[in-house]
């Protein structure tokens, strides 16, 4: 796939309905690694008023988009699909941004293997996953 596609897909990825709900910025993508924005919005909260933690969902959405984000920075890939994602909440995010690191560690003929840390604005861990992809 040539990189002007490659550019048209991430941005695509970005403005997806759900993912710009959640406002997600791909800062940067390239060489099987992304950086991913999630902006503090209340509507992504659990109860609890402006000082409750970020929901559990909009974090692993993160984290999934980061990995697509990822894997499409790859040369071979053409297609991807989230194959299993496991989500390990680590501390909580309150009134912060997050970003989400995610980096392919590992890919064969159709599967690719990723880590992803999420972090708040003041660098603390908030959640760590594995993301697999089916890849082609």
């Not at 002007?4 to 991430?10: A, E, G, H, V, Y």
């Not at 894997?71 to 009134?95: C, D, E, K, P």
């Not at 003929?109 to 082609?136: G, M, P, R």
Request: proline share 3%; charged share 20%; glycine share 6%.
């Amino acid at each position: 796939m040539a990189d002007q596609d490659r550019s048209r897909f991430l941005q695509a990825l970005e403005r997806a309905p759900f993912s710009a709900m959640l406002g997600l910025k791909i800062e940067s993508a390239a060489n099987g690694t992304a950086t991913v924005r999630m902006p503090f919005d209340l509507r992504i909260l659990n109860e609890g008023g402006p000082r409750a933690p970020v929901h559990g969902g909009a974090i692993a959405a993160l984290a999934d988009v980061a990995a697509c984000a990822a894997v499409w920075s790859l040369a071979a890939t053409t297609r991807s699909a989230t194959i299993s994602i496991t989500v390990n909440y680590t501390g909580f995010a309150v009134s912060s941004d997050l970003v989400a690191h995610a980096k392919v560690r590992r890919t064969g003929k159709q599967i690719a293997s990723l880590t992803v840390e999420i972090t708040d604005t003041s660098d603390a861990l908030v959640a760590d996953a594995l993301v697999t992809y089916k890849i082609a």
